[in-house]
């Protein structure tokens, strides 16, 4: 979508539609592994064909997210890389969660907590990949037990991980206003970009 | 696998909630006397039959274990280990299968609900209608016991003929054991004449000779008396402290519920910091 001159462009569409991939294939991944993760929540089975479609399903769900995602760190990886603003950010991040974000430090095209979600995101799929691997009886039934039981709890606790900084990451778009279509339209508007990432703004306005 | 009443089930995977268990059967277990072992797979052949089992026929791998491993269709295999011990070599055989334990790791590790149950006589068994083939058990079991069928991709072991115990038959293998070397009983009855058997062979001169119910796992409802059950190893790897491991415990134990509040936990807050802070409004830009 081209921009309208009020907007500016965050996201072209490959890096939106490749977003929405790894959007879709996590609910497929998180909904059918929760299944498995506590009774409570096996009825998800329910979702994917039962029990044993689930535990067939599951693994390529995941392998396909973390395909997905390689795609998309390779564009942003640089724009994520933690600096000393980021630290100061971090620093005064309780005034942020109180919605006071006047005194935040100048943020470029990502914040510290948005760098942190990404990178909490991409060790939590890493790992999940190659523990997954660790029990993935189908296409590795001769791997040592004890792989597969450190396998198992780690795949447990990056699971838990990527759900929580997911559920943070989706809080976010939900509570700074005008951040979602940065995904759905690929554009925001200018007073969105000035107030929430005014170096970014700058640098994209600069000599217009 | 058994036509076992519901009513029996004392434990069962994936569950929450306690199964009906108001009914209390007398807890039972197979003693296997390693000392009258010769070896001869007659257990082996029963158990094929009466499960109506056929394994494929494998290959030599130049001892006497045939097949060489515990399979899908081989529930119980007689493993022979040459070992030396004080400048004589014995021959120590072990008939291996699942222990059911008191404490059955497979059954922890389970996520399917009702896959894996534990009867109040101390048999557990798993239900292939409900496994749905994840390999959990494998996972779970100190004993190193289930296999996955390559051909349905559900778990199997030996059931302790569920279906003979529940019409008040005796396992099989018992049946058919020529020496006497594998007898079923009361849990109490068996630990007695184990003890007893010990006792005798430590008259004979095995010092060490005793009987094999591990705590670890809370006990077990198959129980070996061990010429060496100091070392257990000895008998083609038997663990001499089996547990379930810490890992499996971890990854299923208090660590679970916890970490699901954690996750319901997260999206709760986000509703009410919501609520309460309220969201960061768009601005109009600011031009300079």
């Known amino acids: 979508m081209k921009p309208s001159s009020n907007d500016l462009q965050r996201y072209d569409d490959s890096t939106r539609m490749n977003h929405w991939a790894i959007a879709l294939l996590f609910f497929a991944a998180a909904l059918s592994g929760l299944a498995f993760f506590h009774p409570s929540m096996y009825f998800f089975t329910n979702l994917f064909g039962g029990g044993a479609w689930t535990r067939i399903l599951h693994p390529y769900f995941g392998v396909l997210m973390f395909l997905a995602f390689l795609g998309i760190y ?45 990178w909490s995101m991409t060790i939590s799929l890493v790992v999940l990949t190659v523990t997954g691997i660790l029990f993935w009886h189908a296409w590795f039934p001769d791997l040592p037990i004890l792989a597969r039981r450190i396998g198992v709890v780690l795949h447990a606790l990056s699971a838990v991980v990527l759900v929580l900084t997911v559920i943070v990451h989706i809080y976010a778009s939900i509570w700074v206003k005008g951040t979602t279509r940065a995904m759905t ?24 | 696998m058994s036509m076992q009443s519901s009513l029996d089930i004392v434990a069962r995977s994936a569950t929450t909630t306690p199964s009906a268990s108001v009914r209390q059967a007398v807890e039972v277990a197979k003693l296997i006397d390693e000392s009258k072992c010769i070896g001869c797979k007659a257990c082996q052949v029963a158990c094929a039959q009466w499960n109506e089992l056929s394994d494929e026929i494998g290959h030599t791998v130049g001892v006497y274990d045939n097949p060489a491993d515990l399979t899908d269709e081989s529930w119980t295999l007689m493993r022979f280990a040459e070992v ?29 609900p009702g896959a894996i149950v534990q009867y109040s006589n101390g048999i557990v ?131 679970k519920p916890l970490a699901v509040a954690a996750m319901v936990g997260a999206v709760v807050a986000g509703f009410f910091h919501y609520m309460k802070v309220g969201p960061i409004a768009e601005k109009e830009e600011e031009k300079s």
């Open chain 1, 74 to 118: 390779v564009k942003l990886w640089r724009d994520n890389v933690l600096n000393d603003t980021d630290r100061e950010w971090m620093g005064k991040a309780g005034e942020m969660f109180a919605g006071n974000k006047d005194n935040m430090p100048p943020v470029g095209k990502y914040n510290a907590g948005q760098k942190l979600v990404f």
């Open chain 2, 125 to 255: 068994d798993f239900k292939q209608e409900s496994c749905i083939g994840c390999g959990n058990c494998v996972t779970g079991c100190p004993f190193d016991i289930p296999r996955i069928s390559q051909k349905d991709n559900k778990a199997y072991k030996c059931t302790l003929c569920s279906d003979r115990v529940t019409v008040g038959l005796e396992p099989a293998c018992v049946k058919t054991c020529p020496t006497g070397a594998i007898v079923f009983g009361k849990k109490e009855d068996m630990v007695a004449y184990g003890n007893k058997r010990a006792g005798e062979l430590k008259e004979r001169g095995f010092q060490q000779a005793g009987l094999y119910n591990p705590a670890g796992v809370g006990g077990t409802h198959v129980m070996y008396v061990l010429k060496h059950a100091d070392t257990p190893e000895k008998y083609s790897g038997l663990p001499s402290n089996p547990t379930i491991s810490p890992l499996v415990s971890l990854w299923k134990g208090a660590a």
């Open chain 2, 84 to 112: 030396e011990t004080q400048n004589a070599l014995e021959w120590l055989i072990r008939k291996d299968g699942c222990m059911h334990c008191a404490d059955p790791g497979c059954l922890k590790a389970c996520p399917s």
């Open chain 1, 185 to 208: 339209r690929g554009t925001v508007s200018r007073g969105w970009a000035q107030s929430n990432h005014p170096l970014w703004y700058r640098d994209m306005t600069q000599g217009k």
